[in-house]
């Protein structure tokens, strides 16, 4: 059974900064492209960054210089560091796990990240 189980979101004020991890279990962790993707009351969900099984990154432009991906394959773990919090950076977050060879796509079931102004 797969499982994305993310942890780490929470209220902050805007400027602050928060740490989200998505650990990740009933998959071969390495192979899959591991991503962060927010929605926001009455939005489409959006990606925010992903980091691919060889490391390499993509971010929103909403986010790049402020928000971090990263990924720990020891721990099956993908990390958001989310530095100089906006408002606007206001949503529910989820992790993605997707692999286009094997066409295969995993969701989390979100945390809550709300900064205030």
């Known amino acids: 059974q797969v499982q994305l189980v993310e942890s780490g979101g929470g209220l902050v004020q805007a400027g602050g900064s928060l740490r989200l991890s998505c650990a990740a279990s009933?998959?071969?962790?390495?192979?899959?492209?591991m991503g962060w993707y927010r929605q926001a009351p009455g939005k489409q969900r959006e990606l925010v960054a992903d980091?691919?099984?060889?490391?390499?990154?993509n971010y929103a432009d909403s986010v790049k210089g402020r928000f971090t991906i990263s990924r720990d394959s020891a721990k099956n773990t993908v990390f958001l560091q989310m530095n100089s919090l906006k408002p606007e950076d206001t949503a529910v977050y989820y992790c993605?796990?997707?692999?286009?060879?094997?066409?295969?796509?995993?969701w989390g079931q979100g945390t809550q990240v709300t900064v205030s102004s």
């Open positions: 980091i691919t099984s060889g490391g390499g990154t």
């Open positions: 009933g998959i071969i962790f390495n192979i899959y492209t």
């Open positions: 993605n796990a997707h692999t286009a060879f094997y066409a295969r796509n995993y």
